[in-house]
């Protein structure tokens, strides 16, 4: 890849099951957890929301991974994350 010429640059692997932060649009702040690769640019995050679960279609430049984050803490991080935006908003 190096030697191709080709402009390339790193990007964090995400796992179908990996918890990511979405830095980006609409959704940003929210937790959801990969449920599946659409293509290279895209997949599909669940996203837990006022206790139900919706999925959408995200461009995968704006979700982070988020390493050994436990259910708890995840639960947490949604709770502020609302609370922010709520008071942003």
């Known amino acids: 890849m190096v030697t191709s010429g080709l402009h390339y640059e790193p990007y964090p692997y995400l796992s ?3 918890l990511v932060q979405v830095e980006r649009g ?3 702040g929210v937790v959801g957890r990969v449920t599946s690769h659409k293509n290279a640019c895209r997949l599909i995050i669940s996203i837990d929301l006022l206790m139900r679960s919706v ?3 995200i461009d995968r430049s ?4 988020i390493d050994n984050l436990t259910f708890k803490e995840h639960l947490q ?3 502020f994350t609302k609370t922010r935006n709520a008071h942003v908003s």
């Not at 704006?62 to 991974?65: C, E, F, K, T």
């Open 62 to 65: 704006w979700v982070n991974p």
């Open 77 to 79: 991080l949604q709770t």
């Open 16 to 18: 179908v099951g990996q």
């Open 55 to 57: 999925s959408t279609e």
């Open 26 to 28: 609409a959704l940003v």
